[in-house]
């Protein structure tokens, strides 16, 4: 009996040994599967983000270049589950772009992506301080300040043709019925230059296809100097509006957001710039549109698909679907897509050298330089 009792015992405290052992188990069982969701990739466990987009210092849903940009990021980041952030400089100078530059190299950026000129600098040097990422400079190729343009191989530089974008947009707008048109632009800068030259000559042709005279059309020009929205900016707008302009091609960034104020006020009409700026207010009828979303998801394709075109500055046009008119959107009375189909071609083809004339809108020095039939205009200095 005493042998038997002494079996239970022992017994008892093997059976209390694993019972123990086996609740100190369990706790960590349950952390290890509870320390991150099944979503979570290892990247982004570690802080780590693929694709990376630096803003000009403006916000991600400024409705312009910064939003388009990144919405094309955003989109194939989604849709293929890769870790993407986007990242905000301190200020607007190259020293503080290099530095976002350099914290989103820290953050496992394998491309990053810069949207316009303002990055030219920073990516002069970007290029060479990280030899191991990729680029999508957006609106601008690398140089040291100077215009002395070198890109190496892992800079993918994007321009787009302004000019062919403001092209329709004032074509659109003359076959639409108005006959008195302004462009307020930001800072003269290419870019803007493009589409304000390109705008005149787009409501020129359309003037001539109509047969109208000289004079017929009118049409306000200026350059405020800046890309803000400013009180000064609005009541300038506001004065052309009160002195009979009818639409107005605002292609200065926030610039934009004082005219449709303008706008709003006074009942007359808008045509926006770089992305489809309808939502932003009713009297927006249509926007010279760059496919940014589209460029950068193309390019960050290309990088993943190993077809990356570094060391490359493409200018895309029409050609490429690189520049247009958001026609489900627009609020045009009488241009319709029909209308904007056969235009559209027509640069496509380069009837009557349509496209290759518009080339060389920035050899003349001023808008009043450029050659017109019907249009009359005046620059307010």
Not at 15 to 32: D, H
Not at 140 to 148: F, I, K, L, Q, S
């Amino acid at each position: 009996m005493k042998r038997i009792k002494k079996i239970m015992a022992l017994w008892m405290v093997l059976v209390m040994a694993f019972s123990l052992a086996a609740c100190g188990t369990k706790p960590a069982a349950t952390t290890t599967t509870t320390t991150a969701p099944a979503t979570t990739t290892p990247a982004a466990e570690e802080g780590k983000y693929e694709l990376a987009l630096i803003t000009d210092i403006g916000t991600i849903d400024d409705k312009s270049f910064n939003q388009g940009a990144w919405e094309g990021l955003k989109k194939y980041a989604e849709e293929k589950g890769i870790t993407h952030k986007y990242y905000k400089p301190t200020e607007k100078s190259t020293d503080a772009y290099v530095a976002a530059i350099d914290l989103a190299v820290q953050g496992g950026a394998k491309l990053i992506v810069t949207p316009g000129f303002l990055f030219e600098p920073a990516i002069y040097k970007a290029q060479d301080a990280h030899p191991d990422v990729s680029f999508i400079l957006l609106d601008g190729a690398p140089h040291p300040g100077d215009y002395n343009i070198r890109i190496e191989k892992n800079v993918y530089s994007v321009f787009y043709a302004e000019q062919q974008a403001g092209f329709l947009a004032g074509y659109a707008a003359v076959k639409d019925g108005y006959k008195n048109i302004g462009f307020l632009g930001g800072m003269a800068v290419p870019a803007v230059i493009r589409f304000g030259y390109g705008f005149v000559q787009g409501a020129d042709y359309a003037a001539v296809e109509l047969g109208m005279k000289s004079g017929d059309i009118n049409l306000m020009y200026k350059y405020t100097g800046d890309f803000a929205a400013t009180p000064e900016n609005q009541t300038l707008a506001a004065s052309w509006y009160k002195g009979g302009t009818e639409v107005i091609f605002a292609a200065g960034g926030a610039v934009g957001n004082s005219v449709m104020a303008a706008a709003e006020q006074s009942g007359t009409k808008v045509i926006g710039v770089d992305v489809d700026q309808s939502p932003e207010s009713p009297t927006v009828i249509s926007s010279a549109m760059k496919m940014l979303g589209v460029s950068v998801y193309d390019g960050i394709a290309a990088f993943y698909g190993g077809t990356f075109p570094g060391g490359k500055s493409v200018s895309l046009d029409v050609n490429t679907d690189g520049v247009g008119l958001p026609m489900a959107t627009s609020k045009w009375q009488k241009f319709s897509q029909a209308d904007y189909d056969a235009i559209y071609d027509k640069l496509v083809k380069d009837t009557d050298g349509l496209a290759s004339t518009m080339k060389n809108d920035t050899s003349v020095k001023a808008a009043t330089e450029i050659p017109t039939k019907v249009v009359k205009i005046t620059v307010v200095e």
